[in-house]
C-alpha cells in the first residue's frame, strides 16, 4: 500500500517551546488511521504543521509524493487535502448552503459541484432541511455536520480531522463516527485525531499515540484498544 502521506522527524515550536519533538509517521491510501492522545500531547499542532497553516521547524512532510514545504494551504487543498479543524472554523454569517459553496472554492466543474453538493445533503439530511438558515444559529452536532460536509465539497484524497466529537452528546458523537466510517468506505483516506480514544481506535485500522510531542507507540487499531497501556492511560481503566 501507497503512502498518500509521509511525516519525517517533524518538529514544531511555539514561542521558543518545542510542542512536537522529531515525530515520524504515514497514512496510506484508503485507510483510516488515528492519532490518540491527551490533552496538550501535540495532535493538533501536528495536524496545523500537516496542512501549512503553522510553520514546521525541522523535519519534513510529503503529501502525494510532493513535500509540502513552500505550499500555502490553499495549494493543498486544491491537490485533495482537506481539514475539519477543532472548533468547527465555519463561517457564522453565512447560510449552510454558502458554507458549502465555500467548501468547493478551488473546484469550476459546475455539474461536479452539484453532484456533491446533493451528496452532502443526502448525508447529511438534518442541513439540506435548513440550508439557508445562518450557520452561526446551528447546534454545535450541527455545525459540526456542517464542517465535515464543507470539507467533503473539496472532494479530498485525505481528510484531516481533528476531535470531531469534542462537545457533542452521545446521539450526535454517534452520527459523527458514523459518517466518518461511511466517508472512509468511499475511498477518501482519512487521518483522525480524537481524544475519545475508545470510539477512535473503534473505527481506524492503525493508530499512532502521541505523548508530550513525541509519538510514544503504534500499531494495529484494536491491538492499540486491548493494550493495558492504552486502557490506563486513556480508556480510564
Excluded at 223 to 228: G, N, Q, S, T, V
Aim: hydrophobic share 40%; charged share 20%.
Amino acid at each position: 500500500m501507497q503512502a498518500l502521506l509521509t511525516v519525517n522527524d517533524l518538529c514544531v515550536s511555539y514561542g521558543g517551546i518545542e510542542a512536537v519533538k522529531g515525530i515520524s509517521f504515514e497514512v496510506h491510501e484508503g485507510e483510516l488511521v488515528s492519532l490518540i492522545g491527551s490533552n496538550g500531547a501535540g495532535k493538533t499542532t501536528t495536524m496545523k504543521a500537516i496542512t501549512a497553516t503553522l510553520p514546521m521547524g525541522n523535519g519534513n512532510v510529503v503529501y502525494a509524493g510532493q513535500s509540502i514545504q513552500g505550499q500555502g494551504p490553499w495549494d493543498l487543498v486544491k491537490q485533495g487535502l482537506a481539514m475539519v479543524p477543532e472548533g468547527r472554523g465555519i463561517f457564522t454569517r453565512m447560510s449552510i448552503f454558502e458554507n458549502l459553496q465555500m467548501g468547493a472554492y478551488t473546484r469550476s466543474n459546475r455539474a461536479e459541484i452539484d453532484f456533491d453538493m446533493d451528496r452532502v445533503f443526502t448525508i447529511f439530511s438534518r442541513l439540506k432541511e435548513r440550508r439557508d438558515q445562518l450557520a452561526g444559529t446551528l447546534s454545535g452536532g450541527e455545525q459540526q455536520m456542517l464542517a465535515m460536509g464543507r470539507a467533503l465539497m473539496s472532494r479530498p484524497k485525505l481528510l484531516l480531522m481533528d476531535e470531531p466529537s469534542m462537545g457533542l452528546s452521545p446521539l450526535m458523537v454517534d452520527k459523527i463516527f458514523e459518517v466518518i466510517r461511511d466517508v472512509s468506505a468511499q475511498d477518501v483516506t482519512i487521518l483522525l485525531v480524537e481524544q475519545n480514544a475508545s470510539r477512535a481506535l473503534q473505527i481506524a485500522q492503525r493508530a499512532y499515540v502521541m505523548e508530550s510531542g513525541l509519538i510514544t507507540m503504534s500499531g494495529n487499531a484494536k491491538d492499540l484498544l486491548h493494550d493495558p497501556k492504552v486502557r490506563a492511560a486513556y480508556l480510564g481503566e
